[in-house]
């Protein structure tokens, strides 16, 4: 299954905004994000291979990929790396505390 439940306006907005999102200068970089939360309804979904795509998670591996790409400089502080820690600590306790629920269903 490619697309489900995707409009052709939402894709071209989605190509788009992307384009702008990797070609724009890193001030402006924003502005696609703004346009398609308030342009683009959040129940548009683009389903690859089981995987489920809403406009913004696009948006955000096209600015992976623009990072990557662009060899973007990017400062490691103390504040990432405790971020990072707690989204950890987060995933492993929410594992570890439903991992029993989806057997017990």
Do not use: H
Request: proline share 2%.
């Amino acid at each position: 299954m490619w697309a489900n439940n995707v409009q052709e306006v939402t894709i071209l907005l989605m190509v788009v905004l992307a384009a702008l999102a990797v070609a724009m200068p890193r001030k402006y970089m924003l502005v696609a994000f703004v346009i398609a939360a308030c342009f683009v309804p959040t129940d548009q979904r683009l389903v690859i291979v089981g995987f489920d795509f809403t406009v913004l998670r696009v948006l955000v591996l096209a600015g992976v990929f623009r990072i990557i790409v662009r060899a973007s400089t990017v400062r490691w502080r103390g504040t990432s790396s405790m971020f990072l820690c707690w989204r950890g600590l987060c995933a492993g306790r929410r594992s570890l505390c439903c991992s029993g629920q989806a057997l017990r269903r």
